[in-house]
C-alpha cells in the first residue's frame, strides 16, 4: 500500500486508501493550518508539491509529500 510521508511544510492529518488528506504547516514558525487539503497519494518515488504563504508570518513555505 502507497503512503505518503512529508518532506516540509506539511502534516498528514489522515490517509484512505489512494487519498490522504494534510495540513499547511509552516517551517518557520511552526503554525499548522486547520483546513486540510485532499490530494492523491504519489506512487513511489514521485512526489506531491505545492506551496503556500504562512498567514502568521508570511513565509514563503514549499509543501513536499513523497510516496513510498
Ligand atoms: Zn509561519
Redesign the pocket.
Known amino acids: 500500500m502507497k503512503k505518503g510521508v512529508p518532506i516540509q511544510g506539511a502534516l498528514i492529518a489522515n490517509q484512505n486508501g489512494s487519498q490522504m488528506s494534510y495540513n499547511n504547516k509552516?517551517e518557520?514558525?511552526?503554525?499548522t493550518s486547520r483546513s486540510a487539503h485532499t490530494v492523491s497519494v504519489p506512487g513511489p518515488r514521485q512526489k506531491y508539491t505545492n506551496n503556500f504563504k504562512?498567514h502568521?508570518?508570511?513565509?514563503q513555505?514549499r509543501v513536499e509529500i513523497k510516496g513510498e
Do not use: E, F, I, P
Not at 502568521?56 to 513565509?59: P, S
Open positions: 509552516c518557520k514558525c511552526g503554525d504562512c502568521k508570518c508570511g513565509n513555505q
